[in-house]
Nanobody, 124 residues
Framework: QVQLTESGGGSVPPGGSLRLSCVAS????????MAWFRQVPGKEREGVAS????????AYAPSVKGRFIISQDDAKNTIYLQMNSLKPEDTAMYYC?????????????????WGQGTQVTVSS
């Protein structure tokens, strides 16, 4: 059974930091490409960052580039999202995605496996 489990969400003031984790269990093939997305009520889910097996340069949404860092630990089957200099507009449910299907990573159609999400709230 393939499963993605996110953790690390919470509530922080503006300028704070959080690190999200996503553990992938089950078939290792789903880790060919993984990503973080986020969604706020009433809006479409948007791609935040992506990372691929075998190396290569991670990709970031313009709104988070320079503040967020995506990384992976193959030994732990885990990807991370280090979020720094958080802003109120970063408030959202954050989802881990896996099993990249080859499409542009910013589309939800690019991944077939999803976690349940972890809430991030940035507020003073």
């Amino acid at each position: 059974q393939v499963q993605l489990t996110e953790s690390g969400g919470g509530s922080v003031p503006p300028g704070g930091s959080l690190r999200l984790s996503c553990v992938a269990s089950g078939a290792t093939a789903i880790r060919n490409g993984m990503a973080w997305f986020r969604q706020v009520p009433g809006k479409e889910r948007e791609g935040v960052a992506s990372i691929y097996a075998g190396g290569g340069t991670p990709a970031y949404a313009p709104s988070v580039k320079g503040r967020f860092i995506i990384s992976q630990d193959d030994a732990k089957n885990t990807i991370y999202l280090q979020m720094n200099s958080l802003k109120p507009e970063d408030t959202a449910m954050y989802y881990c995605a896996a099993n990249w299907l080859g499409y542009t990573w910013t589309s939800t159609k690019a991944f077939s496996r999803w976690g349940q999400g972890t809430q991030v709230t940035v507020s003073s």
